[in-house]
């Protein structure tokens, strides 16, 4: 696709949200499973009309995500954070149909605020997981997320609703997740009987090439049905993988033993686990067999702040524009204003090929970020 839209801007296709979706709808159809839309990895809301028709609502990890979720998505609204203040859960609990608590201390000290008001939960954490990093690791030494199991006790259920579990980050297998659930009815069982719900969170991807979704459906489905629970699956990255790229263009070449090209954007600022979990991204240009091989080098200050590195079948030139595939998930949710950089437009390249504008940045959102009134 080429256009003359001034870089740096994120593309979101339509198409390519709708054929996840898809999925996403065929796994609610044949298990039962309710999904809500993950807001802290992807909440551009001005495309939530082609989402909507497709889930059952959205979940959140802070109160600016509930008050986002509720009053642009509908349908059920989930509110869960690490940590609420009381100020907090006053002003999330006239908006949500579920608050679900991280910690017994947290459940103790607010319940009462909610209750008659949303259904409640608490986090459990199952002490296992499928999380390729420590930094992701729900169960890593010392987690703060969630209550551990050697806290619990029957009577903490008697007076709860449901329970969420987050275990996952982008597990592609379908048989490792089944171990998961496994693991979690037979350890948590005879809790889970007693409640109407069950999250199991995120990090579950069911839209992968490949995934096993119907096996994963027949397994959910066998689960609600055992424990009798409404059960939940709280994808992000499942429904936004591969659905967006980040149009960048060459301002620059330079040689250092290698060659690298600089272009109008950068990690720190608009694609930041590039960065956090040094997982270099994949250019749309770029080509295996290519003889041309440049480091696609940011134009941040920061000494290491690359995107990857790339071959190329020709040399890139200064003024080519560069696709940065698949920067949706946890993306335009962390831009930042590092270095003064111009912020990236968002677009949505609709099925029939129209191109809408979601949002575009210019000087003044930069300088009102940074104050809005001056010491007197
Ligand atoms: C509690 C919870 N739910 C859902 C998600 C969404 O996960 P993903 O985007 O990997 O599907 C996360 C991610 O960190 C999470 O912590």
Not at 138 to 155: D, I, K, T
Not at 284 to 297: F, M, R
Not at 309 to 321: S, T, W
Not at 324 to 343: E, H, P, Q
Request: glycine share 8%.
């Amino acid at each position: 696709m080429s256009n003359n839209l001034p870089t740096p801007y994120f593309m979101i296709d339509e198409s390519k949200l709708i054929r996840n979706l898809e999925i996403a709808k065929q796994l609610k159809e044949l298990s039962g499973v309710k999904l809500v839309l993950a807001l802290k990895c992807f909440s551009t809301w001005g495309v939530f009309d082609i989402i909507k028709p497709y889930l059952d609502g959205t979940t959140s990890s802070g109160p600016y995500e509930v008050k986002l979720g509720h009053e642009t998505f509908g349908g059920e609204t989930h509110a869960y954070s690490v940590g609420y203040s009381e100020q907090d859960v006053k002003e999330v609990a006239d908006i949500c149909d579920k608050m679900i608590f991280n910690s017994l201390s947290q459940l103790t000290a607010y319940r009462h605020l909610v209750e008659g008001k949303a259904s409640i939960g608490v986090r459990l954490n199952p002490g296992v997981s499928r999380a390729g990093q420590d930094l992701a690791d729900p169960a890593r030494q010392f987690s703060r997320l969630g209550v551990q199991e050697a806290q619990l006790s029957s009577e903490i259920f008697d007076g709860l609703d449901g329970v969420m579990f987050h275990m996952n980050c982008e597990n592609k297998s379908a048989d490792d997740f089944i171990a998961l659930l496994d693991s979690i009815s037979e350890r948590f069982g005879h809790y889970l009987d007693k409640l109407d719900w069950v999250s199991l969170g995120g990090g579950v991807f069911f839209t992968w090439p490949g995934y096993e979704v119907e096996k994963l459906a027949q397994a959910l489905k066998q689960f609600s049905e055992k424990h009798a629970v409404q059960l939940y699956l709280e994808p992000g990255e499942a429904i936004i993988t591969k659905t967006a790229d980040l149009v960048v263009t060459v301002v620059d070449i330079v040689e250092n033993g290698m060659k690298t090209a600089i272009v109008d954007s950068a990690t720190e600022a608009h694609r930041l686990d590039t960065l956090i979990y040094n997982e270099p991204a994949s250019i749309g240009e770029s080509s295996d067999e290519g003889l041309h091989e440049y480091v696609i080098g940011s134009c941040s200050c920061l000494a290491g702040d690359q995107f990857c590195v790339a071959k190329f079948e020709q040399p890139l030139k200064i003024g080519q524009r560069l696709h940065i595939l698949d920067s949706a998930g946890y993306t335009m949710v962390k831009l930042n204003w590092f270095n003064g950089l111009k912020m990236p437009s968002v677009y949505c390249q609709r099925s029939d090929g129209e191109i809408q504008k979601l949002n575009e940045f210019d000087y003044q959102d930069f300088k009102r970020s940074l104050s809005q009134w001056s010491v007197k």
